[in-house]
Nanobody, 114 residues
């Protein structure tokens, strides 16, 4: 069982930055995939970015060059640095982990004002 707790969401103006954190209940060394999804009002949940235990990453086209995911095994945490935020980035952001099954955090709201 993996429990995930996100933090760091909030309200920011367009062009600003936020850093989301996701703390896991135990060691993440053996978790093959971790990452972030987001869900905007009236839209389906979409993959934002993921990071493998090898350190390989992938990003949605809409966030490439603006968002950076990182993983700190010593702190059992994953981070999402979001720069040059746009109003269309407004959503609830969910941390996830996949090890035999998917685990989800409770979500953190990110609101970008124009």
């Amino acid at each position: 069982q993996v429990q995930l707790v996100e933090s760091g969401g909030g309200l920011v103006q367009a062009g600003g930055s936020l850093r989301l954190s996701c703390a896991a209940s135990g060691s993440i060394i053996s978790i093959p995939v971790m990452g972030w999804y987001r869900q905007a009002p009236g839209k389906q949940r979409e993959l934002v970015t993921s990071i493998l235990s090898t350190g390989n990453t992938n990003y949605a086209d809409s966030v490439k060059g603006r968002f950076t995911i990182s993983r700190d095994n010593a702190k059992n945490s994953v981070y999402l640095q979001m720069n040059s935020l746009k109003p269309e980035d407004t959503a609830v952001y969910y941390c996830y982990a996949f090890k035999y099954q998917a685990y989800w955090g409770q979500g953190t709201q990110v609101t970008v004002s124009s």
